[in-house]
């Protein structure tokens, strides 16, 4: 009878040491865990409340589910920081684009009104500087639109040939000229016909600003490896190698006279950008003889012939 006493008291005595062992376990864990989770909570409000540096101490690989949650907020928290900042950036560059046109309306006004008899030619200025305006207007119009569904067709060739019939007509007044040099029959892409139209115009339109009087723009699509490749070449001169990229950055300015004589790139490659990374293709810039050469490949709908 001792000896089976004995033996009962140990076994409860184990449990008894397991069963605190176990506990102590638990409250540690939940600890660890309500821990981890009000830091999560607490960024969250952190974030919520605009600080956007809130982040979390976490290791950047491995761990449980718990520390993947917190790679996760981090993620979603400098994803967000990177879009608000963004968007500051673009305010602050449309503000400055619109003062300067609109001061020069406040000069023009006044000029007008002190000196009736150049009237004439002041309004011709306030004409030119309302054009401005309603072309940076329509330019932020358009990079916040989404152009419509992209699940349409659309034949770039019949797209191509009248937007440069269009610059053609544009650029006539100075004696500047847009050619198709060569394109296939047909290249058909999906998209939205009203987005890239908008897109490829603004790629043609900025070739035309920028190139020289009395030179040409030109334009050739071909096909290659189920993709289409259109270029448009200048002859303006070109921009810095370490800045061809920068160029599809809204408003963005270059030092060179390419950018002084005609105020930066505005918003007009941005969009071209957008557009293109919408159906699925690249957009690139390199330095090309005389100009710039702004190179843009697009996924066919099938393979091109």
Known sequence: HRLLWLLGSNLWLRI?????????????????LTGRLKALQGASRRLAQGDLEARLQVRETGGDETDELARDFNSM?????????????????????LRSPLARLRVALALAQEHPADVPRHLQRIERETERLEELIGQLLASQSGGGPLDGELDLVELLEQLVADAGYEGAAQGKRVVL??????????????????????????????????????????????????????????VPEQELERIFDAFY???????????????????????????????????SGAGLCVTVTLPGICSPD
């Open 16 to 32: 008894g040491l397991a069963m605190l062992i176990s506990g102590l376990l638990c409250y540690g864990l939940s600890r660890l």
């Open 181 to 238: 040099r060569h394109a296939p029959e047909r290249a058909l892409v999906a998209g939205s016909g009203d987005l890239l139209r908008q897109g490829l115009e603004n790629i043609l339109r900025n070739a035309l600003h920028h190139t020289p009087a009395d030179t040409e723009v030109q334009v050739s699509l071909e096909a290659a490896d189920g993709e289409y490749r259109l270029q448009v070449e200048d002859s303006g001169g070109g």
């Open 253 to 287: 300015r270059t030092d060179t006279a390419r950018s002084r004589d005609t105020g930066g790139y505005g918003l007009g490659l941005a969009i071209a950008r957008r557009a293109v990374g919408q159906h699925g293709g690249h957009i690139r810039a390199r330095n």
């Open 77 to 97: 928290a400098r994803q967000l920081q990177e879009r608000i900042e963004a968007q500051k950036r673009l305010l602050a560059d449309v503000s400055h684009e």
